[in-house]
């Protein structure tokens, strides 16, 4: 079993900031990947980004070149630098770790963003 909590979410801004963590803990695989996905009200979960253990990264193409995706194995933990953020960032964020293929979510962590 693997266990995620995020942290990290809150109200921002239009244009604003803000950096999501998650930090992974039991039986998690050295080769994982960890990412993000947002739902919305009434939508479907949706990547984010995602990366590797050894940093390979993708992004869905919207959040290319705002947010960056980036990791530190030591402490298991991955992190969402949100910049330049927009109402229609606003969601609540899923970490996910895909482990001997299976995947674990989080609780998820609110980003509200106001215009």
């Known amino acids: 079993q693997v266990q995620l909590v995020e942290s990290g979410g809150g109200l921002v801004q239009t244009g604003g900031s803000l950096r999501l963590s998650c930090a992974a803990s039991g039986n998690i695989a050295r080769r994982n990947i960890m990412g993000w996905y947002r739902q919305a009200p009434g939508m479907q979960r949706e990547l984010v980004a995602d990366?590797?253990?050894?940093?390979?990264?993708n992004y869905a193409g919207s959040k290319r070149g705002r947010f960056t995706i980036s990791r530190d194995n030591a402490k298991n933990t991955v992190y969402l630098q949100m910049n330049s953020l927009k109402p229609e960032d606003t969601g609540l964020y899923y970490c996910t770790a895909l482990s001997n293929n299976r995947q674990y979510w989080g609780q998820g962590t609110q980003v509200t963003v106001s215009s």
């Open positions: 990366i590797s253990w050894d940093g390979i990264t």
